[in-house]
């Protein structure tokens, strides 16, 4: 299978990259540029643990095409802090515990950030179903839920 | 497997139809490429359509509105006045998948791929949806219901594919629901479903009604007998018992894992009434 070569931006860098035409966007990140934040959980797009930014949009990485993505912004977890400066999603999730394993972390964080640009005053409610798509087998949600009311309340402040 | 972006649709369709092997056309790929990862199908070409005009769009025409086969269903969400004209439309299309589904499929995907479950195709048929179909003998118009013709199957000859798809215009006092059950509150597959779109007079009396039925029947299942049993109604008891027979009726469900014959075929019912009071409220009517 003939490699395709892909011009994209990637957390704000021009990213080139060559892939064959059936490999996934987060087969390209992992294994070709070394982002390994992005998860593959269940490569079905039932999981949530590969979820990045396509153009600004939250999705399954393993449901992209990596040829699919020339020309466009891709954000994955590796772009959210700012230098050693943790996005304050990031540092919550910590000083609130809303991890355990950490797998479904990159995720969730990056689908979370989504929610709150669209929406920055989310209910408990909203988040839920927001990140119905955001499996963990650890925490129970309930704390993650927590996290990201606090880390917006920090960030309407902000 | 060759990756193509083809120019035109008339290039598009040339391609399609001269393809040996098998070939796949990609939209939002939440179906065709989780079958490429479960090595369920092996295309020899992948044609990405979502780059051509219009299929990214959601223009008003004709008082109603044509959705670009390659809109996502989360823009369809965040469009004011279409969510406004056709609720019930957007809130099924909304409910297939996570919210990172949702930013990738179609409406149009969702009906080639032909599910008997399909979330968004009850309210697409209750509400007179036309498929533009484009192939290498040009380009026609397909009512949304003609276009799975069981699980799976579609009536899209070699090289078709959809490019839009039509919801007409609504007069002032309309409204449309959509409802399903599943055993949890999101991110899973209709056991049964209904929508149902009304037209309603100034009295609050129903002047046209469209019933269907989704996940009881080998496709989504227009039921016209329960339509036809609230028209000229207020959705009073009896008339509503005569539209949920009707549904009952319609349904031929198969039993299994996630629902049996019974179950399907009453939740089936239930929902249609359930919706149908949504669609009147929404609609304007008091009830």
Redesign the interface.
């Known amino acids: 299978?003939k490699n395709?070569q892909v011009e994209t931006t990637i957390n704000g860098d021009a990213t080139e990259f060559l892939c064959a035409?059936?490999e996934?966007l987060l087969d390209v990140l992992r294994d070709r540029l070394g982002l390994t934040g992005a998860k593959e959980g269940c490569?079905?797009?039932?999981c949530?643990a590969c979820?990045v930014t396509?153009n600004g949009?939250?999705?399954?990485s393993?449901?992209?095409?990596g040829?699919?993505t020339q020309g466009a912004e891709i954000g994955t977890i590796e772009g959210m802090a700012n230098g050693e400066t943790l996005h304050p999603l990031q540092r919550v999730f910590i000083e609130e515990a809303a991890l355990q394993c950490g797998i479904c972390t990159p995720g969730i964080l990056v689908?979370a950030k989504?929610?709150l640009e669209k929406n920055p005053d989310p209910t408990d409610t909203e988040i839920r179903?927001?990140?119905?798509?955001?499996l963990c087998r650890c925490t129970g949600y309930d704390k993650i839920i927590k996290a990201v009311q606090v880390a917006a309340a920090e960030m309407r402040g902000a | 497997?060759?990756?193509v972006k083809p120019d035109s649709f008339d290039a598009a369709a040339q391609l399609l139809r001269d393809e040996q092997g098998i070939a796949r056309i990609?939209s939002g790929?939440?179906d065709v490429?989780?079958m490429?990862?479960?090595e369920m199908v092996e295309p020899d070409l992948?044609v990405?359509l979502?780059h051509l005009p219009g299929m990214q769009d959601i223009v008003a025409e004709n008082g109603g509105f044509r959705i670009g086969a390659a809109v996502?269903t989360?823009r369809m969400g965040e469009h004011a006045a279409l969510v406004a004209m056709w609720p019930g439309v957007v809130e099924g299309a909304e409910l297939i998948?996570?919210?990172?589904?949702q930013?990738?499929a179609t409406m149009a995907g969702n009906l080639c791929t032909g599910s008997p479950a399909a979330d968004s195709v009850p309210a697409m048929v209750t509400a007179g949806a036309v498929a533009r179909l484009h192939g290498p003998d040009g380009v026609r118009d397909v009512p949304v219901g003609d276009i799975p013709t069981g699980p799976g199957k579609n009536i899209l000859a070699k090289g078709e594919f959809i490019t839009s798809i039509y919801l007409p215009a609504r007069p002032e006092r309309a409204g449309d629901a959509y409802l399903r059950f599943i055993p949890r509150?999101?991110?899973d597959i209709a056991v049964s479903s209904a929508a149902v779109s009304l037209v309603l007079d100034d009295a609050g009396v129903v002047t046209d009604a469209n019933v269907a039925i989704g996940a009881v029947a080998p496709t989504v299942r227009l039921v016209a007998d329960a339509g036809a049993a609230i028209i000229g109604s207020k959705l009073d008891d009896d008339a509503v018992a005569k539209m949920v027979a009707a549904v009952e009726a319609a349904c031929s469900p198969i039993n299994d894992k996630r629902g049996t014959i019974a179950f399907r075929t009453t939740t089936a019912g239930v929902l249609a009434k359930r919706a149908a009071h949504i669609a009147y409220i929404r609609a304007g009517g008091q009830s």
């Open positions: 299978m395709i035409p059936d996934s490569g079905t797009g039932d949530g979820s396509l949009e939250v999705v399954c393993c449901l992209v095409l040829v699919e689908a989504s929610l179903y927001w990140l119905a798509g955001n | 497997m060759k990756y990609l790929g939440t490429l989780v490429l990862k479960a992948m990405d979502k996502p989360a998948g996570s919210t990172q589904v930013n990738r509150t999101e991110m």
